[in-house]
């Protein structure tokens, strides 16, 4: 009973805009609803203005967010089924960085995917901020192209379609797996051909990102998501890290097959906690022990930045 009263009357306070700012009708979803709605309401409003359109070719066009138009492969189904039928996705990290990118700041999205939080840091960001998109799957990049230039984007967004590493490697293989590009991950190459099978194997230049550092005078803000190469990218842009200690916001499994607690440690040492985003509650402090003892096999998403930057950002 009370579960049923809680939800009426979350229904009403969308629909009569009680506590936020209401949508006109029309209108965009405003950033500031992106950071401010409770989470609910900002699923209402995006889900509404929801739409998208076929293209030819298995791409379409869509809003997300309520905000952004956006170009998605209609055959990926573990993203872009989310994107065209909802326009959102992990809710949670989406409100993160809407709090937590300023104008005029600089960050970088490795592991971009088809660009919804590269469309959104680049908003945030605006004319006076800097937006590098690194994807290594060719053919997800010329979408995540796409989506910048039509939202306008492109002056300040910049899309590379290679791979970070840690710099010892010039080329690697990137086995993507059919109807779940997100998933796409580096493999050695002796083992390329095993993946034939239930994906598409194409070898990409992989370096590392502090050779890029000179061009980035600094980094306010960093976001990996990079299915088990989060090692050695790290390990290629430790000098960045260790220089201008950016907000960094890490997909984590300690399942994979790499020393978590030594990539976990090396942070540590550069930014003296670790933080986990939870998907109900926001940010939360955690510890190293904690990280490793989960055992649902679940990735997860670990903070690390100073304290004060990570005050009043990290909220449900």
């Known amino acids: 009973m009370?579960?049923?009263?809680?939800?009426?009357?979350?229904?009403?306070?969308?629909?009569?805009?009680?506590?936020?700012?209401?949508?006109?009708p029309g209108g965009l979803v405003h950033l500031g609803q992106i950071r401010?709605?409770?989470?609910?309401?900002?699923?209402?409003?995006?889900?509404?203005?929801?739409?998208?359109?076929?293209?030819?070719?298995?791409?379409?066009?869509?809003?997300?967010?309520?905000?952004?138009?956006?170009?998605?492969?209609?055959?990926?189904?573990?993203?872009?089924?989310?994107?065209?039928?909802?326009?959102?996705?992990?809710?949670?990290?989406?409100?993160?960085?809407?709090?937590?990118?300023?104008?005029?700041?600089?960050?970088?999205?490795v592991g971009a995917n088809l660009g919804y939080y590269a469309l959104l840091m680049a908003d945030l960001a605006g004319p006076r901020g800097r937006v590098l998109a690194i994807e290594p799957n060719p053919a997800v990049a010329r979408l995540l192209q796409a989506s910048l230039d039509v939202n306008g984007y492109g002056p300040r967004a910049e899309v590379m379609a290679v791979a970070l590493g840690d710099g010892s490697d010039g080329t690697g293989f990137l086995a993507i797996p059919h109807?779940?590009?997100?998933?796409?991950?580096?493999?050695?190459?002796?083992?390329?051909?095993?993946?034939?099978?239930?994906?598409?194997?194409?070898?990409?230049?992989?370096?590392?990102?502090?050779?890029?550092?000179?061009?980035?005078?600094?980094?306010?803000?960093?976001?990996?998501?990079?299915?088990?190469?989060?090692?050695?990218?790290?390990?290629g842009m430790a000098a960045m890290l260790r220089r201008d200690r950016p907000l960094l916001i890490l997909e984590f499994n300690h399942a994979r097959p790499y020393d978590g607690a030594a990539v976990l440690a090396e942070l540590l040492g550069i930014y003296g906690a670790v933080h986990r985003l939870d998907s109900a509650h926001g940010v939360l402090p955690s510890s190293i022990a904690a990280v490793l003892a989960a055992t649902d096999g679940e990735d997860q998403l670990l903070v690390f930045g100073d304290a004060a930057r990570l005050h009043g950002i990290g909220g449900p």
């Not at 009370?2 to 006109?24: D, E, K, M, V, Y």
């Not at 809407?98 to 960050?107: I, L, N, S, T």
């Open 179 to 235: 109807n779940e590009p997100k998933n796409a991950a580096l493999v050695a190459g002796a083992a390329a051909g095993h993946f034939a099978a239930h994906a598409a194997v194409v070898e990409v230049p992989v370096l590392a990102f502090d050779s890029l550092a000179e061009a980035w005078p600094r980094i306010d803000l960093v976001k990996i998501d990079a299915e088990g190469a989060e090692d050695a990218i790290l390990r």
């Open 2 to 24: 009370l579960a049923r009263l809680a939800q009426i009357l979350r229904s009403l306070w969308w629909r009569h805009g009680f506590g936020a700012r209401r949508t006109p």
């Open 36 to 109: 401010s709605d409770p989470r609910y309401v900002l699923e209402c409003r995006v889900r509404s203005l929801t739409g998208a359109v076929y293209l030819g070719d298995s791409q379409a066009l869509c809003r997300v967010l309520g905000r952004y138009k956006m170009f998605v492969d209609t055959r990926d189904r573990g993203l872009g089924s989310h994107l065209l039928l909802d326009g959102y996705w992990e809710i949670w990290l989406t409100r993160l960085i809407a709090r937590a990118v300023r104008p005029g700041m600089a960050c970088v999205d």
